[in-house]
């Protein structure tokens, strides 16, 4: 507290500076009562003052004494280089403002590329103690999986009911099932994102609530009871005017009225990166009023994969140790249950990485990782850059610090005032390079697709990032400052001397420094390049992809008939009426319904062809499914390869039949002609007809190989969940309010969502790409931009060196050609030898990132050949230009310089 | 040598407090020649030192200061306890003669029990 109390004032007579006369009096009384005094005791008046002086100690000294005392030296030193600092950078404004420029520009992207990172990847979930959680997915062995990233599948409910109750690894472990629900009713229907969750999910995770209670432990156990709802706070705040008294009041869910029983705290959002704010939870035993179609029919189905489930680890348990007594557990369900089980058990992952995915999560992290990888490297010029051009000015104040250690200042203490000036740059540049990325992030906010308005990404620089910006500014300024400072803290007397402070020669050997900063930029411009390019290709390559079907002029929107409780025959019935209707709308060419949205991925079933089942050993193809209306083909114009389409004959009563795509014809029969095979699903022995193949579209996303897809006739496989496809004559948009209103004319209850057209659906695929290859793009010719300055400022300035050098070799005979050469000679050795090491590290790089790749091989050498290729020109540039000064340099001038 | 310097400030600043303690108000000069008077010649090297120290003592609050009339009528700076002063200084006094009667039974080792 004292010590505290001091530092205070010593801080405060720091930047006030305390009168010193006030002391000054002091000391002169003391001193003149002190020479009283020795007067009387007989002293002569100049002895006696003498004498005073004396045993005082001097009165500069004391007053030093005291001053040090009054105020906090460090911090007056540090003051002082400040001062000194801003008038250095003050007195070279060119050089002062193309650091700051190239600073700013280069912290910036990083932190614009953090602020994304930060919001994505970084943004633990508001949970108490995160690193305990654990979710916990099915691994099957057995099962063919055709789709890219699925080795995590998710959790059944009946086994996630074995886990929960006899594990031996978790606290607690609790499952949920996203959902979406339908939020009242008659004018203004709307839907909610929403958990079907076991009654322990908010204690799991460790979450209070701040009005009202979560579930109780037995509210998730008897079937159809137990109507209550938990409401996120976004939900409560934003849709319910914060209303106080909610707790107890009725809310409407899919035509059924549920009693609110808490809120969640502010910017909880269960446990996915991307769910909305606004959310509802209601208990697993709710689950028929909830679910619609195969999801409600298969929930308690062993084999279905219907819920997600984590669970927190014991204090002190390992996850390893934990998944190691898990598969054993998993090993006896599967004796148990060996119909369902067979071939599965289960893997955990954290939470936290889970978040955004639990297939996703290694790919988002490399796609983040490289995007800062790419920034870091923009930076890294820069401080090269820099870092060079201090050293050229460190050159240039040989004088002023040979002049400043001959007054007697310690080379610590001149490394000090050269890294503060340098910190002043950096930090100056941090400061811009805020406003930069403040900018950056709203040209990306303002691209962003509507999925992320739903999901409630917040891309906004909050403290991590503002400490971030800090911490990279403060890096950089050491990265950038420390060589130059401790070179030229080291003055070379004698050879300032010999060449009367101008430097002499100063050829590559002599400064190998110089040479490597060179080397070293050259070899980071062509990563950085390399990796733009390859995105930038790929890229290309996913916008060029075929859809195979006709992406112009199709309206879609979804809906979901269980909200209404509609049973199998009349919603069948709304298809066909509401196709009828839109159909018949002007604008409009062909309608036709599917449960699956475009580009949207689907619903898996595991798929036998005949004469093979579970029990052959085989364990059949997970298989993605599609219900459709007749006319699905002709409205997507998905071409038909062979065979037929489905027609209003296929009904209920009449044979089952199935139509395939490509893809899966070939992964089944490669070699005959799939029509007329047959298959079944798991868990249904009904064996279906193939009546036709049709070609390969894309389901997943854009870029993925082509998918294995069975069709069924919506008639023979009814799902209440559906998208309605539109394929108009004009402007999708021009026909959205009809094809809307046809749809409620049909019942007037039903909540519409998701309408898009496939442009938009397109470039919300293409939004994360298109952003990457966009910031790639721009932070490529960043470094492209840094580096040939960068190599201009050191050959330029090693002309300038040299230009006695270069005088000599004229009088003594060499051609303007023969100085052209040796310079641009000097410059290419270094940019090859850096581009080469640049290759052998973009090799190896590239590799670990070629998985976020479309269609492009790591190593494709049209990309590197243009890159090299590109950079070689720069330099070649970069060179010129000082090569063409050296070689105009007048031998008498040069040599009278001096 | 650092420590020293430690020791030497530690022990100055008790032996400021301890004459303020039991002079009351008074100027440098006088606290000076007290501290001469009874400590023989330790402080005869250098009165200076004792003003960085006046000051840390003020400014961690122990001391206070303000302008009057020495007693041959010169405007002197004059110092005196605060209450804070006062406490410390009572604590200090107890460290000390705990400190000087360990060091005293360490010093003496005839007396040390066997």
Known sequence: MKTLRAFWLRLAGTIHGEPRDNFAEELEGHLQMHTEDNVRKGMSATEARRNALMKLGGIEQTKELYHDRQTLPVLEVFMQDLRYGLRMLRKNPGFTAVAILSLALGIGANTTIFTIVNAILLNALPVRDLPRLVQMDTVDSKTVVTQARSEKLGMSYPNFQDYRRDNQVFTGLAAFLPVTVTWGSGAEPRQLQGELVSSNYFDVLGVLPVRGRFFMPDEDTKPNSNDVVVLSYGLWANKLGSDPGIIGKPLIFDAHPYTVIGITPRGFRGTVTFFSPEQVWIPTSMKDQVLGGKAKDFFNERRFLG???????????????????????????????????????????????????????????????????????????????????????????????????????????????????????????????????????????????????????????????????????????????????????????????????????????????????????????????????????????????????????????????????????????????????????????????????????????????????????????????????????????????????????????????????????????????????????????????????????????????????????????????????????????????????????????????????????????????????????????????????????????????????????????????????????????????????????????????????????????????????????????????????????????????? | MAEKVDVWQGTLALMILKTLETLGPLHGYGIARRIEQTSGDLLAVNYGTLYPALLKLEQEGYVASEWGQSDNNRKAKYYKLTRAGRKFLGREERDWEQTTAILARFLAPGKEPA
């Open chain 1, 307 to 898: 819920v997600v489930t984590f669970g927190r680890l014991k204090p002190g348990l390992e996850m390893s140790a934990a998944e190691a007594s898990l598969k054993t557990m998993a090993t006896h369900l599967e004796t148990e249950f060996p119909k369902d089980n067979m071939g599965r058990s289960v893997a955990l992952s954290p939470l936290a990485d889970a978040a955004v995915g639990v297939n996703d999560h290694k790919r988002i992290a490399l796609a983040g990782a490289m995007m800062m990888g790419v920034v870091g490297l923009v930076l890294l010029i820069a401080c090269v850059n820099l870092a060079n051009l201090l050293l050229a000015q460190g050159a240039r104040r040989q004088k002023e610090i040979s002049l400043r250690a001959a007054l007697g200042a310690g080379r610590t203490r001149i490394v000090r005032q050269m890294l503060t000036e340098s910190m002043l740059l950096s930090l100056a540049g941090g400061v811009a390079g805020l406003a930069f990325a403040y900018v950056g992030r709203s040209i990306l906010w303002s691209q962003r697709p509507p999925f992320i308005d739903q999901s409630g990404i917040d891309l906004s620089l909050d403290a991590h990032v503002l400490f971030f910006t800090l911490g990279v500014a403060i890096l950089t300024g050491f990265i950038f400052g420390l060589v130059p400072a401790v070179k030229s803290s080291r003055p070379d007397i004698m050879e300032t001397l010999k060449a009367g402070g101008r430097g002499g020669t100063m050829g590559w050997r002599r400064d190998p420094l110089r040479s490597l900063l060179v080397i070293g930029e050259m070899a980071l411009a062509l990563i950085t390049l390399v990796g733009a390019g390859l995105f930038l290709h790929s890229l290309q390559n996913a916008q060029k992809t075929n859809l195979g079907f006709e992406s112009k002029n199709l309206l879609t929107m979804s809906f979901d008939l269980s909200a209404l409780h509609y049973e199998e025959g009349r919603g069948e019935q709304f298809y066909r009426a509401a196709i009828e209707k839109v159909k018949n709308s002007p604008g409009v060419a062909s309608g036709s319904i599917a449960s699956n949205a475009p580009i949207n991925g689907g619903f898996l079933r595991t798929v036998f062809p005949e004469g093979q089942d579970e029990t052959s050993g085989y364990r059949g193809t997970l298989t993605l499914v599609d219900d459709i209306t007749p006319n699905y083909f002709d409205t997507l114009r998905i071409p038909v390869s062979r065979g037929r389409t489905f027609t209003d004959g296929d009904r209920m009563e009449t044979a089952p039949v199935v139509i395939i795509s490509e893809a899966m014809a070939k992964e089944h029969w490669p070699n005959e002609d799939a029509v007329g095979k047959r298959f079944h699903f798991i868990g249904d022995p009904t064996l279906r007809d193939i009546v036709g193949v049709v070609a390969n579209s894309v389901v997943n996303e854009l870029g993925e190989e082509p998918q294995p897809i069975v069709y069924l006739p919506m008639t023979q496989d009814y799902v209440p969940a559906a998208t309605l496809h539109v394929r108009t004559t004009g402007n999708p948009e021009n026909v959205e309010g009809t094809t809307r209103a046809a749809l409620q004319s049909v019942d007037a209850n039903l909540a519409i969502t998701n309408v898009f057209t496939i442009e938009q659906i397109l470039s919300q695929a293409l939004w994360a790409p298109r952003m990457g290859g966009l910031l790639l793009a721009l932070f490529g010719a960043l470094a492209l931009v840094l580096s040939a300055v960068g190599v201009y400022g050191v050959l330029s300035y090693s002309v300038n060196q040299q230009t006695r050098e270069i005088g000599l070799r004229m009088a003594l005979g060499a051609q303007r050609r023969d100085v052209m050469r040796l310079i641009l000679g000097r410059g290419l050795l270094l940019t090859v030898i850096g581009l080469g090491l640049g290759v052998l590290v973009a090799l190896g790089l590239m590799r670990v990132l070629v998985s976020l790749l479309f269609d492009v091989r790591a190593y494709d050498p049209s990309t590197y050949a243009a890159v090299t290729l590109l950079l070689t020109g720069v330099a070649l540039l970069a060179c010129y230009i000082p090569a063409r000064r050296a070689m105009r340099v007048d031998p008498m001038v040069a040599l009278r310089y001096d």
